[in-house]
């Protein structure tokens, strides 16, 4: 079992830049796919990127390519997503997750999730 907990949050303005962290507790993280996924108000989660459980291979959705950068420490069960340029539209609670296949883009697809960390971005 994995358990996961996300922080970096915080008020940003547009063009400015974040880095989530997740740290993860659990002897078996490296053996698990991670992801971003966001929520906005009103709004059903959605992905945002992946990382595969070695670190070479990551996917991003198409709202954060050239953007955002997915990456991952091992030794120190922790998780990143360093979001630069970003837009109101950014705006929403981030969440971590662990699974099992790189190539899963829902939520459902995902074992644990962090409790979110919320990013605002301001015009």
């Known amino acids: 079992q994995v358990q996961l907990v996300e922080s970096g949050g915080g008020l940003v303005q547009a063009g400015g830049s974040l880095r989530l962290s997740c740290a993860a507790s659990g002897r078996t993280f490296s053996s698990y796919v991670m992801g971003w996924f966001r929520q906005a108000p009103g709004k059903e989660r959605e992905f945002v990127a992946v990382i595969s459980w070695r670190g070479d291979n990551k996917y991003y959705a198409d709202s954060a390519k050239g953007r955002f950068t997915i990456s991952r420490d091992n030794a120190k069960n922790m998780v990143y997503l360093q979001m630069n340029s970003l837009k109101p539209e950014d705006t929403a609670v981030y969440y971590c997750?662990?699974?099992?296949?790189?190539?899963?883009?829902?939520?459902?697809?995902?074992?644990?999730w962090g409790q979110g960390t919320q990013v605002t971005v301001s015009s």
């Open positions: 997750a662990a699974g099992g296949s790189y190539y899963q883009r829902s939520p459902g697809g995902f074992d644990y």
